[in-house]
C-alpha cells in the first residue's frame, strides 16, 4: 500500500491501484513502470485463467498500448504465457516460483501447524494465519478439521482486511498512522457501508484491548463467525495474523467468546514463545 493512488479514477477493485501519469515525478524513488507490470499480475482473480489485454487494461486503467508492451514484457520473463487458442494471457510460472520462495521462508508456518491442526479439530472448524496485502488478508498457511461443514479456503485465499477477524486483529497492532491510512482508503471505496464498518473495526479494537482477540460475526459474510489474533512481529518479517472460524450455526457468539478466543490466544502465545518473541 506505499504506492500512491490517484484521485482522479478510483479503482473498482480496492487492491488494485490506479496510477497517475505523473507519479514518478512526484516520487523519485518509485519506478512506474515496475508498479504497473504488477498490477498486470494482480489482475488475475481465484478462479480466472486467461485474460486479454483490453480486459487487463480496463481493470487497471492503465492505456492499453502500454498493458500491451507490459504482457509482451512479463511473457518473455516468465511471468506471464500466452495461449494462440484464446488469444489471451495466463499466469505463469514465474509468479508461482515467487510465491513458493515467499511461504518456505516463513518458519511460522511449520512451528504453528501443529497447534493450528489441533484447535481446529476441537472446534469443528477452519484454523488459518494470514497476513495483509492492500485491503485483504492472504493465508499463507490453513488447516481443516475432519467436520464435512467448514470454511474451505486453501493457501492464497484473500479475504476482506476490514470485516473479517483475522483483518481486524491485525489492524489493531498496526502504527495508527498506518491504520489510519488504510481505513481512509477503504472509506473510499465503501462509502455506503463505511459507517457500519467503522463501528466494527472500533469494537474490534476494544475487543482486543479487553480480551486480546477480536470477533466477527457475520460481517463479512452473514453465515460465518471467526475469532482473530495478531501476533507481534520481532524480526523485520511480514505482520501476520490468526483466526479461528466456520459456519455461523456451529460457532455461536458465547463459544467464541468463552472458547475459541482464548484458545487462539493461548495458541499465539506458545508460537510466539517458540519463535522467540514471547
Known sequence: MNAKTSHHQPAADPDLIVFSDDEEGKDRQFVNALA???????????????????????????PKPTISRL?????????????EHQGKYQLGAGVLALGYRMLSNLDVRKMARPLMEELAEHA?????????????????????????????LDVGSRIPLMTTAMG???????????????????????????????????????DYQDRGFCISAGEWQTDVH?????????????????????????????????????????????????????
Not at 504497473?36 to 478462479?47: A, D, K, M, N, T
Not at 524480526?235 to 456451529?250: I, K, Q, S, T
Request: charged letters at 25%.
Open 124 to 152: 469443528q472448524a477452519s484454523v488459518a494465519l494470514g497476513t495483509r496485502d492492500r485491503l485483504s488478508m492472504v493465508y499463507v498457511e490453513t488447516c481443516r478439521s475432519s467436520a464435512n461443514v467448514t470454511l474451505r
Open 168 to 206: 481486524k486483529a491485525l489492524l489493531c497492532i498496526l502504527p495508527q498512522s498506518e491504520r489510519d491510512y488504510l481505513m481512509d482508503h477503504a472509506r473510499l471505496h465503501d462509502t455506503e457501508r463505511w459507517p457500519r464498518i467503522k463501528a466494527g473495526i472500533e469494537q474490534g479494537y476494544k
Open 71 to 83: 504482457s509482451y514484457t512479463l511473457t518473455k520473463l516468465g511471468y506471464l504465457s500466452y495461449s
Open 36 to 62: 504497473r507490470g504488477l498490477e498486470v499480475l494482480r489482475c488475475f482473480r481465484p478462479g480466472e485463467v486467461f485474460l486479454s489485454n483490453a480486459e487487463m487494461a480496463k481493470r487497471t486503467a492503465i
Open 226 to 278: 471467526a475469532v482473530g489474533v495478531p501476533m507481534r512481529d520481532a524480526d523485520g518479517g511480514p505482520v501476520m495474523a490468526f483466526n479461528c472460524g466456520g459456519p455461523a450455526f456451529l460457532l455461536s457468539r458465547d463459544k467464541l467468546e468463552n472458547d475459541l478466543g482464548p484458545r487462539l490466544v493461548a495458541l499465539v502465545k506458545t508460537v510466539e514463545t517458540n519463535l522467540g518473541r514471547g
